[in-house]
T-cell receptor, first 114, second 113 residues
Framework: DGGITQSPKYLFRKEGQNVTLSCEQNLNHDAMYWYRQDPGQGLRLIYYSQIVNDFQKGDIAEGYSVSREKKESFPLTVTSAQKNPTAFYLC?????????????FGQGTRLTVV | SQKIEQNSEALNIQEGKTATLTCNYTNYSPAYLQWYRQDPGRGPVFLLLIRENEKEKRKERLKVTFDTTLKQSLFHITASQPADSATYLCALLASGGSYIPTFGRGTSLIVHP
């Protein structure tokens, strides 16, 4: 089945630690995105990538880093510089140049700082 | 600044009625507007897209309208069912090529049997 997979579903981080959230898609999509969702808030864009080996900052990139070494994979690292990392993280992908531009989302990773 | 507004209060309706959700925006020139459904603890799922030159789009029990003069989209679910209970998000994709979805905070819909 084609889709987008995030792992793990739940992640606990100690203060000062870096953690990496995985996102893999087999939809052959060029574009991939990371969003953060806080309770009662909309999705806020962290980073996006439209081509391998290239990515752009979104609205709230501080304290986060990404890589795009393969078309299928777009991991997100939450660094110790992110002061309030507890949130629900969503990865998405979409086709470029497609008039429908529908975004497909993973099931999310809930990150908690302990 | 750019803003997308959806009613933060939950919408409670009785089964069988039509639910109407609103998405207003300011300082945007969207090429497309999308609606997604999100269930608790899960990622959003795409429902419908409407283009800036379209007034209305339908899919089964769903209808979306788009008024670029009012800067507003309405999302209707007819003959609503308890299974329609979820949060509904609107997303705007601006013209200019990148088409990165920018989301509102969503409105929770609760359909009572």
């Amino acid at each position: 089945d084609g889709g987008i997979t995030q792992s793990p579903k739940y992640l606990f981080r100690k203060e000062g630690q870096n953690v990496t959230l995985s996102c893999e898609q087999n939809l052959n999509h060029d574009a991939m995105y990371w969003y953060r969702q806080d309770p009662g808030q909309g999705l806020r864009l962290i980073y996006y990538s439209q081509i391998v080996n290239d990515f752009q900052k979104g609205d709230i990139a501080e304290g986060y880093s990404v890589s795009r070494e393969k078309k299928e994979s777009f991991p997100l690292t939450v660094t110790s510089a992110q002061k309030n990392p507890t949130a629900f993280y969503l990865c998405a992908s979409s086709m470029l140049g497609n008039m429908n531009t529908e975004a497909f989302f993973g099931q999310g990773t809930r990150l908690t700082v302990v | 600044s750019q803003k997308i507004e959806q009613n933060s209060e939950a919408l409670n309706i009785q089964e069988g009625k039509t639910a109407t959700l609103t998405c207003n925006y300011t300082n945007y020139s969207p090429a497309y507007l999308q609606w997604y459904r999100q269930d608790p603890g899960r990622g959003p799922v795409f429902l419908l897209l409407i283009r800036e030159n379209e007034k209305e789009k339908r899919k089964e029990r769903l209808k979306v309208t788009f008024d670029t003069t009012l800067k507003q989209s309405l999302f209707h679910i007819t003959a609503s069912q308890p299974a329609d209970s979820a949060t509904y998000l609107c997303a705007l994709l601006a013209s200019g090529g990148s088409y990165i979805p920018t989301f509102g905070r969503g409105t929770s819909l609760i359909v009572h049997p």
